[in-house]
């Protein structure tokens, strides 16, 4: 039988992302698992692995807020802006001061266009842009629009220093670094990265492998599992009736009270069930089912949440 929630997981630095839900595949046997979003291999921190229906959810995780601690060297490029990467440029960073770098770090907040990097996995004609880039071919990237809320030096030890980044979807914060570096002109890399925060997922209540390694052998992991509805729980509840629950199976549009053009809200059956994520439509004044849950495997935010 399908199980159907959320992990949170502290992704260790050396695994990749597919890797640990890989792991989650094989210790729990579930076949439908995937991730809401992507830490790179060097990276550390919250990794959200969505079991059985709950991949349906993982959209809005990815759409949610992050929150990551950097640290950024000084004086050192390279060609991945990570330290992954093939150095590509030294420069003595010493005449950098802390109220240099605050002067630029406004520039690199708010609504900002960013190019993403070549080592990364965006496709180009159909191939990845890491292997173009280990192929050595460097093709032009569009800028993209990303959300960078709150940007915050918390250490500094120069040439190194530490800053929290509050960010939204898409947001590289290698990119960050090295468009930092660019600006102050003595170049820069993102030398390690925490993901402390993913929408409702904080790394304070993860799981390092080890600790889900021993909820597998002990047989407990399944009250580890968050219930896919945490995901919107900011959003509104309606609960509904036994008909307009029949509505909802067949994907017919019912009325609820009026939304706007991007309003969603979760709907529940009369005893607490989570049936389905529903979209207004402002056209018709009616909530369209956008995603319906089966009513077997779900049950409601407060029977499933943890205590601890």
């Known amino acids: 039988m399908s199980i159907d929630g959320i992990l949170n997981i502290n992704k260790p630095a050396g695994e990749t992302s597919l890797e640990v839900v890989d792991l989650v595949r094989r210790l729990s046997g579930q076949r439908h698992i995937g991730h809401a979003g992507t830490l790179d291999p060097g990276?550390?921190?919250?990794?959200p692995?969505?079991?059985?229906?709950?991949?349906?959810?993982?959209?809005?995780?990815?759409?949610?807020?992050?929150?990551?601690?950097?640290?950024?060297?000084?004086?050192?490029?390279?060609?991945?802006?990570d330290a992954e990467g093939k150095v590509t440029q030294r420069v003595d960073p010493s005449y950098i001061?802390?109220?240099?770098?605050?002067?630029?770090?406004?520039?690199?907040?708010?609504?900002?266009?960013?190019?993403?990097?070549?080592?990364?996995?965006?496709?180009?004609?159909?191939?990845?842009?890491?292997?173009?880039?280990?192929?050595?071919?460097?093709v032009e990237r569009e800028e993209r629009r990303v959300e960078v809320f709150r940007l915050e030096i918390v250490d500094w030890q120069p040439p190194i220093f530490t800053i929290d980044v509050e960010c939204g979807k898409g947001t590289y914060i290698r990119?960050?670094?090295?468009?930092?570096?660019?600006?102050l002109g003595c170049g820069a890399h993102l030398r390690k990265l925490v993901r402390l925060r993913c929408g409702f997922f904080d790394i304070s209540d993860s799981l390092t492998l080890p600790q889900l390694e021993d909820s597998?052998?002990?047989n407990y992991w399944q009250h580890l599992l968050y219930p896919m509805d945490v995901v919107i729980e900011h959003w509104v509840?309606?609960?509904?009736?036994?008909?307009?629950?029949?509505?909802?199976?067949?994907?017919?549009?019912?009325?609820?009270?009026?939304?706007?053009?991007?309003?969603?809200?979760?709907?529940?059956?009369?005893?607490?069930?989570?049936?389905?994520?529903?979209?207004?439509?402002?056209?018709?004044?009616?909530?369209?089912?956008?995603?319906?849950?089966?009513?077997?495997?779900?049950?409601?935010?407060?029977?499933?949440?943890?205590?601890?």
């Open 97 to 138: 001061t802390l109220e240099r770098v605050e002067r630029v770090l406004p520039s690199l907040s708010g609504s900002i266009l960013q190019k993403p990097p070549m080592y990364s996995a965006l496709k180009h004609q159909g191939k990845r842009l890491y292997e173009l880039a280990r192929a050595g071919i460097e």
């Open 237 to 308: 509840a309606a609960i509904v009736s036994k008909e307009k629950e029949h509505d909802i199976r067949n994907g017919r549009p019912l009325a609820l009270g009026e939304g706007d053009d991007k309003a969603h809200c979760r709907a529940y059956s009369l005893d607490g069930r989570f049936l389905a994520v529903l979209r207004f439509l402002p056209e018709k004044g009616l909530w369209q089912p956008e995603k319906v849950f089966s009513s077997e495997q779900c049950c409601n935010l407060a029977s499933k949440r943890l205590d601890s």
């Open 43 to 47: 990276a550390t921190g919250v990794l």
């Open 216 to 218: 597998f052998q002990h």
């Open 49 to 81: 692995i969505c079991l059985g229906q709950a991949a349906r959810v993982a959209s809005f995780i990815v759409e949610a807020h992050k929150t990551y601690q950097a640290e950024i060297e000084l004086g050192v490029s390279t060609d991945t802006y």
């Open 175 to 183: 990119c960050l670094a090295h468009d930092l570096g660019e600006s």
